[in-house]
């Protein structure tokens, strides 16, 4: 079965600095991957995804992660932090390709952004 | 275009009772799916559906049922609620034939609190 593994539940940056964040899945197959963003009181929303080919994937607000099969990595990343990405992020993969499957999202990692 | 809505946005029970939630998905959308969040367990799927049927279903009590209505809205009930069942709940819908390979988009989220 499919799981999702994000090692940080906190992480604090100062403004302007470099984030990671890391995820990591168990799956035998290339999955669809996926990273939202739920800011407080809020729902989710996606902030990229990886279907397949480039593995460096472009999102929204300056985001973007790198598929690395070889490590069963799907870390997200951004140059800059601004404090008004101090949100929680989760990491989700979907089903085996071809199924009919949910997303199974990681435990999530809460951002701080100090000023 | 409106966004996934759902209904109502907080609400409190006592042990015992039952409670129904609604959801409206984004036009077009076939595919709802829900979600239940909480600090310990993190978001856990409860259920999909598509066009009326219920086509995944995660690993919860019986006193967790939904359904989905001809024009893409759903409900879920919960009925017997015990303390445990405090938790956001999200709605989310999608263009795609299977949930899990596509864009979820989320509602705010109904926050339900067993006293």
């Known amino acids: 079965a499919q799981s999702v593994t994000q090692p940080d539940i906190h992480i604090t940056v100062s403004e302007g600095a470099s984030l990671e964040l890391r995820c990591n899945y168990s799956?035998?197959?290339?999955?669809?991957l996926f990273w939202y963003v739920q800011s407080p009181g809020q729902g989710l929303q996606l902030l990229l995804k990886?279907?397949?080919?480039?593995?460096l994937v472009q999102g929204i607000k300056g985001f973007e992660a790198e598929f690395k099969r070889s490590q069963s990595s799907f870390n997200l990343r951004k140059p800059s932090v601004h404090w008004s990405d101090a949100a929680e992020y989760f990491c989700?993969?979907?089903?085996?390709?071809?199924?009919?499957?949910?997303?199974?999202f990681g435990k999530g990692t809460k951002l701080s952004v100090k000023p | 275009k409106a966004g996934v809505t759902q209904t109502p946005r907080y609400l409190i029970k006592t042990r015992g009772q039952q409670v129904t939630l609604s959801c409206s998905p984004i036009?077009?959308?076939?595919?709802v799916s829900w979600y239940q969040q909480t600090p310990g367990q993190g978001l856990q799927f409860l259920f999909e559906?598509?066009?009326?049927?219920?086509?995944n279903k995660g690993n919860f009590p019986g006193r967790f049922s939904g359904r989905q209505f001809s024009n893409s809205r759903s409900e879920m009930n919960v009925s017997t609620l015990e303390l445990g069942d405090s938790a956001l709940y999200l709605c989310?819908?999608?263009?795609?034939?299977?949930?899990?390979?596509?864009?979820?988009?989320f509602g705010e989220g109904s926050r339900l609190t067993v006293l």
């Open positions: 989310a819908s999608s263009h795609s034939r299977a949930a899990g390979t596509g864009e979820l988009f």
């Open positions: 799956y035998g197959a290339t999955p669809y």
């Open positions: 990886y279907f397949s080919g480039d593995t």
């Open positions: 989700a993969v979907g089903p085996a390709r071809g199924s009919q499957g949910n997303l199974i």
């Open positions: 036009s077009g959308h076939r595919s």
């Open positions: 559906y598509f066009s009326e049927t219920q086509r």
